[in-house]
């Protein structure tokens, strides 16, 4: 042992070390910590601890090397377990014993590998369901901001997400990295009261558990979902919560390595470190299960460009943006659908999946929302009184699509007929004529006729 | 000549090696026992650093590095059409059939099926005298494409022996050729350095339009065979889907995709549509056309980075044989970080954002790879590269080093926009930041082709969109009630183009592709309207009467009439058109029936 920087190591007098390899440490009051090797050069390695450095010191702590790369443990029986981040049982639980061993970092799917996700998951939200449909095997992140009701969305999609016509519900693989004992308490308590739990595996590194512990916390979760959805076919929810927390210890090695710092200090590798990540999403070709990915991060001052949700923002299939705003307002769920997007809804609604209209609707609501809020902003400087009557008209389609389309309750469950049903009869409120985003067939089909007012 | 040396460091994609000395900067070497693909990026004495194209994980100080004594090099010839590759070209289908769903590493496969036979015709004799870039002979590849086998572009000579008209793989000798006091052997496969541009004879001027059926894009910022573009964006913007709509519909003879750093699924995407789907020139499978390069953001960065130079070399070959190759790059911004990433790791001077001070003539010498060209040989053949190029800016903002390095070599802009794609407004093009420096080019293209107008009606639409944005900022501090009624008119009129011309739906049947016919009749419909609109105003109509107008509704709908029955939608709309502008203005004095022209 030669320096301390950080959550990292160098030790000298070394052979052969591979790249990536475990380590052991151990600190002079006797308490072992993981490790993995970060560089390894002819006589030297860098090594980070997971545990944190705290208590070591370069004269008597010792370092092991294992020889081998990072695993997990993996077995059906992890169902309905609680792990800490780094994969140990804290549930009070028996000793789980693998099947399998597998490496933590996961290797990408082959490209030609992936079979396409089509198959659309009825969440019962209706901004989701009606506007950014998610499908099975998609990977789609809430952005949030502090003290937002994510946790309780994330909860309820795991509650309510179904695929129809398959009875079969989804297994859920939560990793909580850095979140508080409220928050984590939260999610059990509610998967426990729900009967999920059964069926969940979860993963927590608190708030003020070790901070590079975070670092493997998704590795491992998706390890084992990856095992649950392709080796035993399970369908498998994967919610990861706060990603920013994970980014945030990305930024700390990076700091500690002294390497050149990208934007706001975080290292130009973190795209290729998250997309690492977020791709473990998917189908396969051939293979029954599926893992689709919620990742919740929050927007450090709710700055959607920020690098934490850019950079998920372009690797990801789409997200979904809450708003302060509409959260001020009482609106749940405060989904702000102008950001929003399902990169994969397309594929995955329509005839003979949702329902015939559900692309032109959807297009129909969008471009009449958009043009609401255009005018809310334009009313807020001039004044109600400098708009025409058809302009008045979408001003109240806004307020009343918040209010009946996007609001519903925790435990409301819509289907995508009556998601669809309450789409048509917002858009009644305007006439005919302005309704140019949907084919003339499909209007003589579902528009009621113009409402009054 | 092999030489073998030994691993001394490694740090993620970077690693160095001791007891190299006679290696070559840039070849290719096998690192460690697993035998991983690298490439030499420094040499320092006997020490070698290599950028590794697979993952690092696991290998040792002490394992072994053997060079090839090849540069990183793409192997060209038939087969190449159909098929899918990872960055440093090895086919994804072979890697899924010898490894399995999950990419493994070492895993070597050449870029050419070698067991594949293909029915070739010989183009010359013996004692024909060919140079570099001549045809030797020709392979249908694929329905629609002859591959023409050329003698590479290094070799010149007289034919000594050429293959009898049969059935040859790619590692079959199809000629002979005597020259410079040597025999040399030529095979339907041929390798050329990736990082490395094939020779042309000269550069020419391009002015053919690439017509891709996005009426934003053709009609208002064209490109052309042989040009290059940008399409940056923020994330969800539509990069993608531009991209999947131009490699899908644009009128060239080759495609080659390079999805460099972005996401599996889009790749799937691709490999699910493109079979299906017919290429709207000829008829045959999109999938005939296309070369597909996949380095997806979760595969190796050294691979990554590799993977726009594999494809252009790819585009390359093919324009050499005389043909127009577009190639798109999704997304260039993952290629830079790559290179950062790995400059990061060889401890180089960073430069702005801690990209490598050589970004900027990278990108250059990339975009300089496009072109359309007098290609080599004696045939007097013209082939085309264009390039369209993906960028992602970190926050949506421009001023970045990759978005404005890019802008200093590219001739046309597609600027993205996150407010229009937030409304929904795809391909969220933005109308007033956008450019293209071959407008003017292309303008007798159309005019030659039943668009006698095109550029009038242009012109003149761009125009109103340009007073729609000063206009609108007026809007936006007093309300609309202060202005006259010729410029609400063109409030009214703006609106019309973006609905019922710019928004173009890519999942749409119909209106996925619009023909460049289609397009100018659109076009001509809006022009209409807005001459009557302005005669409607100045003989005292108001913009709103000519706003509430219920032809309006026809023409925003448009975009979805089939193309086959466009031009009787034509014909209907006008008339009914004129009628209501008729109807408006009963009464009103020094109106005429139909507008001018
Ligand atoms: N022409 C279009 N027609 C209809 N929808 C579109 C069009 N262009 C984009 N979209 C919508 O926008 C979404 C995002 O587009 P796309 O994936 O191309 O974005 P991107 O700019 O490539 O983002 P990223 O940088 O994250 O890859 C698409 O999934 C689709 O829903
Ligand atoms: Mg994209």
């Not at chain 2, 729609?468 to 609106?495: I, K, N, W, Y």
């Amino acid at each position: 042992m030669t320096r301390v920087t950080g959550p990292l190591i160098t030790v000298a007098g070394v052979a052969d070390v591979a790249y990536g390899e475990v380590v052991e440490i151990t600190v002079p009051s006797g308490e072992r910590r993981a490790g993995r090797v970060l560089e390894s050069r002819e006589d030297t390695a860098v090594v980070q601890v997971f545990g944190g450095t705290e208590a070591v010191d370069t004269l008597r702590t010792s370092v092991r090397f294992t020889g081998e790369t990072m695993k997990i443990g993996v077995t059906e029986a992890l169902l309905g377990r609680i792990l800490s981040g780094t994969g140990e049982p804290i549930d009070g639980g028996p000793l789980i014993i693998p099947d399998a061993m597998r490496e933590i970092s996961g290797s990408p799917i082959n490209p030609s590998a992936r079979d396409f996700p089509r198959d659309s998951i009825e969440t019962g939200i209706s901004a989701i369901d009606g506007m950014n449909t998610l499908v099975r095997g998609q990977k789609l992140p809430i952005f949030s901001g502090s003290g937002l009701p994510h946790a309780r969305l994330a909860a309820q999609i795991a509650r309510q997400a179904r695929v129809r016509g398959q009875a079969e519900s989804f297994s859920v693989v939560f990793a909580a990295m850095g979140i508080t004992y409220e928050e984590a308490d939260f999610f059990i308590r509610n998967f426990r009261e729900t009967g999920a739990l059964e069926q969940a595996v979860v993963f927590v590194n608190h708030a003020d558990d070790p901070v590079i512990e975070r670092l493997i916390t998704p590795q491992m979760a998706l390890t084992v979902a990856e095992y649950l959805a392709f080796d035993l076919g399970y369908h498998v929810l994967v919610i990861l919560t706060d990603m920013t927390n994970y980014c945030e210890a990305l930024r700390e090695v990076a700091a500690a390595r002294e390497e050149v710092p990208g934007r706001r200090g975080y290292p130009g590798y973190m795209y290729t470190d998250l997309a690492a990540i977020y791709e473990r999403a998917g189908r396969i070709k051939g293979r029954e299960g599926s893992i689709t990915q919620i990742p919740i991060l929050t927007m450090p001052n709710d700055d959607i460009t920020h690098p934490v949700p850019d950079l998920t923002g372009y690797i990801t299939e789409g997200q979904i943006v809450f708003s302060r705003d509409l959260h001020r307002k009482g609106i749940y769920p405060p989904i702000d659908l102008l950001p929003s997007l399902s990169r994969l809804m397309q594929g995955g609604i329509g005839e003979g999946r949702t329902r015939e209209d559900h692309a032109a609707v959807k297009d129909q609501l969008y471009a009449a929302y958009a043009r609401g809020r255009r005018l809310r902003s334009l009313v807020a400087v001039v004044g109600e009184e400098s708009l025409g009557d058809i302009d008045l008209l979408y001003l109240t389609f806004a307020d009343r699509f918040e209010a009946e389309f996007l609001q519903q309750q925790e435990n409301e469950r819509r289907t995508f007929e009556e998601t669809l049903d309450t789409a048509w009869q917002l858009l009644s409120m305007l006439p005919e004529s302005e309704l140019v985003r949907i084919e003339p067939a499909l209007i003589e089909k579902y528009y009621p006729g113009e409402a009054d007012g | 000549m092999t030489i073998t040396g030994e691993v001394v460091r490694i740090a993620g994609a970077v690693v160095s090696a001791k007891n190299l000395a006679g290696a070559r900067m840039y070849d290719v070497v096998r690192v460690g026992d697993k035998q991983l693909v690298g490439e030499i990026v420094v040499l320092e004495g006997d020490v070698a650093t290599i950028q590794v194209y697979e993952e690092t994980e696991g290998i040792a100080p002490g394992e072994p590095v053997t060079t090839t004594g090849m540069p990183l090099s793409a192997e060209l010839g038939p087969g190449l059409l159909g098929t899918t590759y990872d960055g440093i070209q090895r086919p994804l289908e072979i890697l899924l059939a010898e490894g399995g769903d999950f990419i493994v590493r070492g895993v070597h496969a050449p870029g050419l099926r070698r067991e594949c036979g293909w029915d070739f015709t010989p183009a010359v004799r013996p004692g024909d005298r060919v140079v570099g870039g001549d045809t030797l002979g020709a392979v249908v590849e694929t329905e629609v494409h002859e591959h023409r086998v050329m003698v590479p572009p290094t070799l010149q000579g007289t034919i000594a022996e050429i293959a009898p008209e049969g059935r040859y793989t790619v590692d079959d000798v199809v000629a002979t050729l005597k020259g410079d006091g040597r025999t040399q052997t030529v095979r339907m496969r041929q390798y050329w350095p990736v990082r490395q541009p094939r020779p042309v004879l000269r550069r020419l001027e391009a002015a053919d339009p690439l017509i891709s059926g996005q009426r934003v894009i053709d009609t208002f910022f064209p490109l052309v065979k042989g040009g290059t573009a940008a399409l940056p964006g923020p994330f969800g913007a539509g990069k993608t889907v531009v991209q999947h709509q131009l490699a899908k519909y644009v009128n060239a003879d080759i495609i080659v995709y390079v999805g460099c750093g972005e996401r599996g699924n889009e790749m799937a995407d691709v490999l699910r549509q493109f079979p299906a789907l017919v290429d709207p020139t000829t008829g045959k499978s999109l999938m005939d056309r296309t070369v597909l390069i996949g380095n997806t953001s979760n595969m190796p960065v050294a691979a990554r980075e590799a993977s726009v130079y594999t494809g252009i070399t790819i585009a390359e070959y093919y324009r050499d044989m005389g043909y127009d190759v577009a190639l798109m790059a999704d997304s260039t911004s993952r290629w830079a970080e790559a290179m950062r990433e790995i400059s990061g790791r060889l401890e180089e001077m960073p430069g702005e954002q801690g990209y490598p001070a050589y970004l900027a003539s990278r990108l250059a010498d990339f975009y300089e790879r496009a072109g359309r060209m007098a290609v080599l040989g004696s045939s007097g053949r013209t082939g085309s590269v264009t390039v369209i190029g993906s960028v992602s800016p970190p926050g949506g903002d421009f001023s970045e080093p990759v978005t404005q390095n890019t802008l200093r070599v590219v001739r046309v802009l597609w600027a993205l926009d996150a407010d229009l794609a937030h409304e929904r407004h795809f391909p969220s093009i933005n109308w007033l930041t956008s450019y293209s420096a071959y407008a003017g080019a292309v303008q007798g293209w159309w005019t030659a082709h039943a668009a006698p107008r095109w550029e009038e009606y242009r012109t003149e639409m761009m125009g109103v969109l340009q007073a729609e944005s000063e206009l609108l900022e007026t809007v936006q501090l007093v309300g609309e009630d202060v202005l006259p009624e010729e410029d609400r008119l063109v409030l009214v009129q703006a609106r019309l183009i973006r609905d019922g011309f710019l928004i173009q739906s890519a999942f749409h049947p119909v209106d996925t592709y619009c023909p460049a016919e289609k397009q100018y009749l659109m076009l001509d419909l809006l022009a209409r309207f807005y001459r009557h609109g302005q005669r409607a105003v100045a003989a005292g109509v108001s913009a709103a009467a000519v706003g509430g107008l219920a032809v309006k509704s026809r023409i925003e709908r448009m975009p979805f009439v089939p193309d086959e029955r466009f031009a009787g939608e034509h014909a209907v709309i006008a008339q009914e058109m004129d009628e209501a502008f008729a109807g408006l203005t009963a009464g009103k004095a020094a109106y005429g029936v139909t507008p001018r022209g």
